[in-house]
């Protein structure tokens, strides 16, 4: 049983900053993927940037330089710290976490609510 909870979405100017925070219930390193996704309205979701058990890190074109994706084990918390946000920015986030099947056990798949930001002046 996985519950992921996000936070720190919000209403931000264009050229702000914003923090947002996925904590797990369980033990994030149990994982091998955690991932940030968004989706605007009419728009399909879209990877942002994803984190894997051994800390590479990938992001999509669209936020490169701006978006950093990052993670505390102690805390059981993943965030994405966003700067230089633009309205195109604009919309619901989500948390992902992957546990990949192996020869032995199932792959898993879960998500959180998401949490709304929002970019406009």
């Known amino acids: 049983q996985v519950q992921l909870v996000e936070s720190g979405g919000g209403l931000v100017q264009p050229g702000g900053s914003l923090r947002l925070s996925c904590a797990a219930s369980?033990?994030?390193?149990?994982?091998?993927?955690m991932d940030w996704y968004r989706q605007a309205p009419g728009k399909q979701r879209e990877s942002v940037a994803s984190?894997?058990?051994?800390?590479?890190?990938n992001y999509a074109d669209s936020v490169k330089g701006r978006f950093t994706i990052s993670r505390d084990n102690a805390k059981n918390t993943v965030y994405l710290q966003m700067n230089s946000l633009k309205p195109e920015d604009t919309a619901v986030y989500y948390c992902?976490?992957?546990?990949?099947?192996?020869?032995?056990?199932?792959?898993?798949?879960?998500w959180g609510q998401g949490t709304q930001v929002t970019v406009s002046s």
């Open positions: 369980g033990s994030i390193s149990s994982f091998n993927r």
């Open positions: 984190i894997y058990s051994t800390g590479s890190t």
């Open positions: 992902n976490a992957v546990i990949l099947s192996t020869m032995f056990t199932r792959g898993y798949d879960y």
